[in-house]
């Protein structure tokens, strides 16, 4: 609601058409928020102040959104992702950490501890998993839940802030990159993706966990009334911020489909590139490789 | 069936990468089907080929070009930095099968493998069923390889029917020798549900080959019969060689282990060729009873409705 009766208002007192002409000359695209169009330097601040404001209850309101579903699309994008000792990971618009744990734990896990050697135990202290958010409430929420975890000492989790369009990673140091629940926030879905490409290794493996487009004809018709009456309501209810999960719900219509997607993402330079639906389309995993 | 399908991807393929053993391949293709299906009969189209000497590149380059992905292949490994990454995958695998021996088929082994080419180890990730994928190079290479040797051998056509199959099984099977400490991992690798249709597909392969290299131009049911026969033997004689610690002995220069398996072997084929006799026999038995049943049955029933 502020957001949006401080945008018309800026509108009406043409306070922003200087910015705008000068802008236009540099950027004459506008992009989406949710089903508004904005310029483009106003989505970033402006997806920000949707996060800063969700951090909180953002894990809370996953699980009723989802109904707990969200973990088990974690759980399956961690175990194609096959995380290995000594993998240097980076999961980008994971401030809260979710993906992180999940990695971290797969790679300790018992079983793997029963088959190792004396070679493995040096490997296993090269594992580097860095979480890069843009949003730096959303990381702080992340370090309070490593803290909880047990893993608030382990330095294999490093908490970065920065820009998935412009990642300060090094060209080809990353075995595997994931974004969960996060590009559809980006600005500049190309850049990203281009970015991603920049880091990883040769042989690295990028996943993306998206929500997506549901084909399927009386499935989709029950997804969009759940999506556009209750989730909103619930955000109202739980987190105080109807406004915030509104802007979700609609992004997620805006988003390019699975095939345009995968075609993103190969042009992007990415081999093998598949994507998988889970429950019916709701949530796609796109992977691809690079060589 | 796979195999004519395979014969006409191979050279096509092989005349891109100019791979000599293409020569070899259309002339087998054209050798005379046209021979009397006979079943103990040896079979002169292995007279038809001529060999020329072939130039081997690595097995590895005509296993990734035998495996079921052949679709859009591109040009070799040497187009650098064009690296495609289906053959990048085949490097990986191929690597991974010098770590087998001490890691099993595994991750570890896979991690190994990558790490050894120099690729990230997440291309791990990348393979659908992981250690599947692993066994199932390792199956496609094998067959190759039997195919490269079957192509060089002349000598096949001095042995009858059940002597070339023994031996070609054999063959097939001393391949596997090397990994045999860790074969019954693969083997259960294999029998998983996600796992078995491929495996499977490739089994009936490598029997058709074998049925085909010995000179088997059956066409009608006694085709199916066959191939499940030396799948059966082919199977049974596996498993027996995973516990057979038999010794090797000196054969005139070189050291033959499995002794006891071979033998085993020879015997499986040689009672499946003589049930193909004893069928046959049986048949005319029954056919001679059922001719001389017959009349007293009809005359009995003839009787019943009389009376």
Redesign the interface.
């Known amino acids: 609601m502020a957001l949006r009766s401080i945008y018309r208002g800026l509108k009406k007192n043409n306070l922003l058409s200087p910015l705008c002409n000068s802008c236009s000359h540099l950027h004459s695209h506008s992009t989406s928020f949710g089903y508004k169009e904005v310029r483009e330097e106003e989505k970033s601040q402006m997806v920000g102040n949707v996060f800063t404001s969700v951090a909180s209850s953002y894990d809370l309101m996953n699980d009723l959104m989802s109904g707990g579903l969200h973990r088990l699309w974690k759980e399956r994008l961690v175990s194609?992702?096959?995380p290995?000792p000594?993998?240097k990971h980076l999961d980008v618009a994971g401030g809260t950490g979710d993906v992180a744990f999940r990695i971290l734990e797969s790679i300790n896990n018992v079983g793997r501890r029963a088959?190792r050697d004396i070679h493995d135990d040096n490997v296993l202290d090269e594992t580097q998993i860095f979480v890069c958010d843009i949003n730096p409430n959303m990381l702080n929420v992340g370090k309070k839940r490593a803290q909880e975890r047990g893993f608030g000492d382990n330095k294999s989790l490093v908490w970065v802030e920065g820009d998935a369009e412009a990642l300060k990673f090094e060209d080809g140091s990353m075995?595997?990159y994931t974004i969960a629940f996060g590009i559809r926030n980006v600005t500049h879905i190309e850049k990203a993706l281009a970015e991603a490409h920049r880091v990883?290794?040769?042989?690295?493996?990028f996943l993306c966990l998206e929500l997506s487009h549901v084909e399927l004809p009386i499935f989709k018709d029950l997804y969009d009334y759940y999506s556009f009456s209750v989730i909103p309501a619930l955000g109202e209810l739980v987190a105080g911020d109807r406004e915030s999960y509104q802007y979700l719900v609609e992004s997620v219509r805006r988003f390019p489909s699975q095939e345009k997607f995968a075609k993103m993402i190969a042009e992007a330079g990415f081999?093998?590139v598949e994507y998988e639906n889970l429950v019916g389309g709701v949530v796609a995993i796109h992977?691809g490789?690079k060589? | 069936m796979y195999r004519s399908a395979a014969r006409r991807i191979l050279p096509a393929v092989c005349r891109r990468t100019g791979h000599f053993r293409s020569k070899a391949s259309p002339v087998r293709f054209s050798a005379p089907i046209i021979h009397p299906a006979a079943f103990s009969e040896a079979a002169a189209s292995e007279n038809a080929r001529n060999h020329k000497p072939n130039n081997f590149e690595a097995s590895r380059i005509s296993s990734s070009s035998s495996s079921s992905s052949n679709e859009g292949r591109k040009p070799r490994v040497t187009d650098r930095p064009k690296?495609h990454?289906q053959e990048?995958q085949a490097r990986?695998l191929q690597a991974s099968l010098r770590h087998v021996i001490s890691l099993g088929w595994s991750?570890?082994a896979m991690?190994a493998g990558?790490r050894e080419v120099?690729?990230?180890?997440?291309?791990?990730?990348?393979f659908p069923r992981?250690e599947a994928a692993l066994v199932e190079f390792f199956m496609d290479d094998c067959l190759q390889r039997l195919i490269d040797i079957i192509d060089l051998k002349e000598d096949l056509t001095n042995l009858i029917p059940s002597n070339r199959v023994a031996k070609l099984v054999r063959i097939r099977l001393e391949m596997q020798a090397p990994y045999i400490s860790k074969w019954p991992q693969a083997l259960s690798i294999q029998a998983q549900p996600s796992n078995i249709a491929t495996s499977f597909k490739q089994r009936a392969m490598l029997v058709d080959e074998i049925w085909h290299a010995a000179g088997d131009e059956s066409t009608d049911i006694d085709w199916y019969v066959k191939r499940t026969v030396l799948g059966g033997i082919y199977s049974t004689t596996e498993i027996y060689m995973l516990t057979d610690t038999s010794p090797g002995f000196v054969h005139s220069l070189s050291v033959v282990d499995f002794r006891d398996t071979w033998a085993f072997l020879d015997e499986r084929v040689r009672e499946a060729f003589d049930l193909k006799k004893t069928v046959q026999e049986a048949k005319y038995l029954a056919e001679a009873v059922g001719a001389g049943m017959g009349g007293s049955v009809q005359g009995f029933v003839n009787n019943l409705f009389k009376g």
């Open positions: 194609k992702l096959n290995f000594g993998m088959m075995d595997g990883l290794k040769r042989g690295g493996r081999d093998k992977s490789l060589f | 690296a990454w990048e990986v991750d570890a991690i990558a120099g690729v990230s180890p997440s291309i791990v990730g990348s992981k």
